[in-house]
């Protein structure tokens, strides 16, 4: 071998490894946002909800919101929320001031793989706090009362609702091999921290396994991860992230921009992929042994796509004057790009119309279920507050309009202190949280110097 192609291999490899590191780097800023986020959702479970339940079921005013209630669907969140605060703090202190390729976190999780054995209890429990929120959210007064709790917490009524949040410790828990695993994977050889993170990897999948319900979780995340593996030029975020299962799978023709090409399509919840599929070489060939079956091609979020079925024989501008049979188009709304598919029979475009369908129902269902009890609470507030206002016959005189006299209205710099002082609140920022929400359900709204309740028939 020549002194040059020594010298072109060593600037490859160098150039593979500064890749490698900069990638590394990328896993550690994931790790920690994503522990960041995490405390922050099980603060938020604590505060909104916990708190609040164990204060209504000391006051005994519900009788189906008991101590026991409140402790079958939280189980030992508090202490969960402990440990991570702790984690969280080690972390980044191993990361400070920022996330580079020399630093270690492996040794991190070993010093806390015991600590995490806390989730036995929360996911052994998982399932029955699943099924006794089931039977909470059948009773309007306990599906208002929780939307109440998560709107003064903050959140807005198109978050998720409480079971999604509940499942959130189970989720972060099965994570943690997929980051390690993926950490390991830039990590390289010669590296201080790679004996640390490949026992780490082993450790919390142990932690994982050893729980049940964890370790389903795990297995389906695992599935989708290896998956993803076998495509090429995969882009956005991992499908870990956004889905937790495959439902629909299958070989369409797709038309575009005047061409007729198959691609494989997989509908997941929230996402659909489409891909090429990867044609095969002979053996001793590199393409053959890199585990890539597919080139991605393309992903919509189902929250902006958007069916139309296609009669049979049709030939249009979306079909680029193609005829089309057992097709439908495809509207991705946030690109406003349209494409057509075609099945090779009806009963395939059958099934995949009924799965896309199903899938859409299925989150669009939750999401309008939600609207609608906030809406229904929200009134509700709002009716409570405008009876108080008539009550009170509270007036105010505005000096900038020569004195003119506003009826049934309050100063907002008054707003907090008056739900603080009726009990609607316990924290300032709660009334803060509830006046938004008043103000974007058109409840109450902005005057010049004051808020005004809108005047409604009840």
Known sequence: MSDESRGDGRAESAKDLEKQLRLRVCVLSELQKTERDYV???????????????????????????????????????????????????????????????QEVGTCFLHFKDKFRIYDEYCSNHEKAQKLLLELNKIRTIRTFLLNCMLLGGRKNT??????????????????????????????????????????????????????????????????????????????SNITDTCTEMLMCGVLLKISSGNIQERVFFLFDNLLVYCKRKHRRLKNSKASTDGHRYLFRGRINTEVMEVENVDDGTADFHSSGHIVINGWKIHNTAKNKWFVCMAKTPEEKHEWFEAILKERERRKGLKLGMEQDTWVMISEQGE????????????????KRKLTTFPKCFLGSEFVSWLLEIGEIHRPEEGVHLGQALLENGIIHHGNSFMKLLIIKY
């Open 40 to 102: 922050g959702t099980l603060e938020f479970l604590v505060s909104a909800f916990l708190h609040r339940m164990n204060q209504c079921a000391a006051s005994k005013i519900d009788k189906n919101v008991t101590e026991e209630t409140v402790k079958m669907l939280f189980s030992n969140i508090e202490d969960i929320l402990a440990v991570h605060k702790e984690f969280l703090k080690v972390v980044e202190e191993c990361l400070h001031p920022e996330p580079n390729a020399q």
């Open 159 to 236: 978050d998720v609702p409480l079971e999604g949040y509940l499942v959130t410790p189970i989720q972060r828990i099965c994570k943690y091999p997929l980051l390690l695993k993926e950490l390991l994977k830039r990590t390289p050889r010669k590296h201080s921290d790679y004996a640390a993170v490949m026992e780490a990897l082993q450790a919390m999948k142990a932690v994982c396994s050893n729980i049940n319900e964890a370790k389903r979780q795990m297995e389906k995340l695992e599935v989708l991860e290896e998956w993803q593996s076998h495509i090429e030029g995969w882009e956005g």
């Open 384 to 399: 409570k507050l405008y009876k108080m206002m008539c009550k009170q016959g509270n007036l105010i005189k505005d000096r």
